[in-house]
């Protein structure tokens, strides 16, 4: 046997520990997963081939497109509310004349050490009818109605409004970062040239920036798309209404409360093709935008 | 051929460390796969309830040392507890050889092929024994699947109203005169008050809300209504549960609003009680000793009755909540844990026991003239709370397991909120008018019910 040949071995030989993991925890389960998605199940043991049938559920499933649709609004509110505010918390404590800069940075970020859980159970009093301390405090100050019910009928605002406390701290330190890696000489030569503060924001700041803006945005819908222990612990499940129902509470439910992990699967499948739709769509337009 | 003492020397990858863990993971693996499993002694028996669990352990301590049956409790918490018997039953996990289960978790439990549910069918035991019989026969409903019954009744109940007695005298209401809910709403406005002045009321008479399902359940129930018939099949759009609906929204909002929102089990909901907020609330036998543990700031303050009927001379009480023993179907000895669950379920100081913890009345019919029943409770102002639970005992309304339970409840919640917010938006607040349009919500509400139960193929089998 030659020298190649028995390094070509040794190469096979060190990537088989990663490609047996790989294969096992990831491969296996993906083509498990998609074989599940044609199969009514009964738990993993019990289970019956209906070939397409669970697609075409999906497809007249009210409750699948109302998930949907709730965690496509949660993600356009993260895009939308959540990154420009953290842009903004960011330049202002990017800025050398604001006092006590660190510690309101470690305020800001500070709601991004306690997890998920710890916020929905904090705004889950702070929510609560008459004796929330949002409608207390409004009640005190400006006569609002104590029993102004957030968690029944505003469930996506009180969502967004949580998330928003958690993630606008943690987001702003990635602008942050990347706000002062904006070259300076360029600030200057703008200013130089007449250009006022919102031209500069949009013709040198901005592109600067973009990198980490773009990846902060795929990281939101990723993290939208996740959701589930928010809505789940603030509203103990879908809320009323299923107001706060999200796509992956909705696969939990089917596969783990209703043991139909077939359905589940297919929940499963049918989102990640969606998503894939609207990342190849995303990528399309945005080369479209660079030409 | 390149061997593996080359790489050891040529420094690669392959470190010596790297070696001596791989060793260590293949000894402990082969230690693991080698050592003998430890055997079990005795039944395991898995509760959700802390009550339950302190009453069971001395009983299984004294079994221990009588000689008699080997009795290992667990409690779980009630989160816990349906993920482990669910994950048992579709994976082949440990499993306890005796679980109670919650009402709530029944249609999980029973979702599935009738041969896939992994509780042994108790139905021949039962009527060969004699069992049958002598328990409250309604209190085997959510129990039974397609007249199979899969478990032990643990209760059976009842439901009366509670009432703040000290805020009710000083209305000058005679409460316990209001023997409907049409004369109950009629009186009880009077309590509907701003105690700060603000213009916005501040009490109550009673606690309700859309979000209590739980609660709209019962009185749906004790309307005659329900979400399904006794053969699973889906009565949620039933004229009954329309009326009744279209009733209680007039209650949570409107002109003539008498309902506050108080949850139970929660501290928010516990102090708006203390505060005064709410004057009456359902409350089933449990909840008795719930309120005694969170609220003893009430005692002497609180007093039961029958609840008021739906129409004059109809039935004065619901049922709210459920707990059966069952026998997994991987148990090994499933006689040793049928005998003990019959000495735990059919045990007279057990059942005095859990009446005097927990303020449950036993299923069981022969003990239901036992003067512990009829000893005075402090907490509801020297009431015999057993004796008024027993009294409408018999006539608690039956309620049937569905696996589409949970999808018909979730159903219902959206009616009740749609309807409420129809009734704000139109200014529409008679009962009458809104008769009509709970019944077409109800209606999508059992159609989409009725689309899971099509689609599900094992249910579609159970069906001759």
Known sequence: MNHHAAQSRAAYLFLTPFLALFVVFLIYPLVQSLWLAFQQTHGPSITRYVGLDNFKSIAVDRLFWKAFWNTAVFALASVCIQLPIALGLAMLLNRPDVRGRAFFRLIFFSPALVGLVFVAVLFGLIFEKRTGLLNVTLHAVAGFDPEFPWLQQYVMPALIIAALWLYAGFNMVFFLAALQNVSRDLLEAATVDGAGPLRRFLHVTLPAIRPVGSFLVLLSLIGSFQLFELPYILLGGGGPDNQGLTVVMYLYQAGFDAGDLGYASAIGWTIAILLGGFAVAQRYVSALDER | ?464
Not at chain 2, 128 to 136: H, I, Q, S, T, V
Not at chain 2, 251 to 259: D, S
Not at chain 2, 412 to 432: N, P, S
Request: net charge negative; proline share 6%.
């Open chain 2, 1 to 464: 051929m390149i061997r593996l003492r080359q790489y050891l020397r040529s420094g690669s990858p392959i470190s010596p460390g790297v070696v001596v863990i791989a060793g260590l993971m293949l000894a402990s693996a082969a230690w693991v796969a080698v050592r003998p499993v430890a055997q079990r002694d005795g039944l395991s028996f898995w509760v959700f309830a802390r009550t339950h669990y302190q009453m069971y352990v001395p009983v299984a301590d004294r079994w221990r040392e009588a000689g008699g049956h080997r009795l290992d409790v667990a409690l779980l918490s009630a989160d816990a507890l349906p993920r482990r018997l669910i994950a048992s039953m579709h994976a082949g996990t440990h499993m306890a050889d005796l679980v109670e289960i919650e009402r709530s978790m029944a249609s999980q439990v029973f979702s599935g092929p009738i041969d896939g549910i992994g509780l042994i069918d108790l139905t021949d035991r039962l009527h060969a024994e004699g069992l049958y019989d002598r328990f409250n026969e309604p209190s085997f409903a959510p129990w039974t699947v397609s007249g199979r019954v899969f478990g032990l009744p643990h209760d059976v109940h009842p439901v009366l109203l509670c009432y703040r007695a000290d805020l009710v005298e000083e209305a000058g209401i005679d409460i316990t005169s209001l023997t409907t809910w049409a004369s109950f709403k009629e009186a009880m406005r009077a309590m509907v008050v701003d105690l700060d002045g603000d213009g916005r009321p501040d009490r109550y008479p009673l606690s309700l809300s859309e979000t209590h399902l739980d609660q709209i359940e019962a009185l749906l129930l004790q309307a005659g209504g329900g979400l399904f018939d006794i053969d699973g099949v889906p009565t949620l759009a039933s004229d009954v549960n329309a009326a009744t609906l279209a009733e209680i929204t007039t209650w949570l909002t409107g002109p003539g609003r008498i309902a506050g929102d108080a949850p139970e089990f929660s501290a928010s909901g516990n102090r708006l009680r203390l505060e005064g907020y709410v004057v009456c609330s359902l409350m089933s036998d449990w909840l008795t000793s719930v309120w005694e543990s969170d609220l003893p700031q009430l005692e002497g303050k609180l007093r039961l009755m029958p609840l008021p009927a739906w129409e004059p001379g109809g039935r004065r009480t619901s049922v709210w909540g459920g707990t059966m023993i069952g026998i997994p179907k991987t148990t090994p000895d499933p006689e040793q844990a049928w005998a003990v669950a019959k000495e735990l379920y059919l045990s007279e100081p057990l059942a005095r026991e859990l009446y005097e913890r927990a303020g449950i009345i036993s299923p069981v019919r022969a003990l239901w003239d036992r003067g512990w029943y009829a000893a005075p409770r402090a907490y509801f102002g020297g009431q015999r709370t057993g004796r008024l639970y027993l009294e409408q005992a018999p006539d608690v309304p039956r309620r049937v397991s569905s696996p589409f339970d949970t999808i018909a409840k979730a159903g219902l919640q959206d009616v009740v909120i749609q309807l409420k917010r129809h009734a704000e938006e139109t200014g529409v607040y008679d009962a009458a008018a809104l008769q009509p349009v709970a019944k077409q919500l109800l209606e999508a509400a059992e159609a989409r019910v009725r689309w899971h139960m099509n689609r599900n193929v094992f249910v579609r089998e159970r069906s001759p």
